[in-house]
């Protein structure tokens, strides 16, 4: 990859993490985060694979430059 395919990569899953934090905001506003745990469990996983994998990109970018 170069580096123009590692900042698509970043910025897809900058938008991915910023739409789940949305999402987890209002589980949280509206209680549905002790209604609907499994769903809300899902959501944090997905926050965190993607935080994860943004660094990895991140990183892989950064030592190819």
Excluded: P, W
Aim: glycine letters at 2%.
């Amino acid at each position: 990859m170069n580096e123009s395919d590692y900042q698509r990569v970043i910025d897809e899953l900058q938008a991915v993490i910023e739409d789940t934090q949305r999402t987890i905001e209002r589980f949280e506003a509206t209680g549905m985060d002790e209604q609907m745990t499994e769903d809300y469990e899902k959501l944090l996983s997905i926050l965190d694979d993607s935080v994860k994998q943004q660094r990895e990109h991140t990183l892989a970018m950064l030592a190819k430059s």
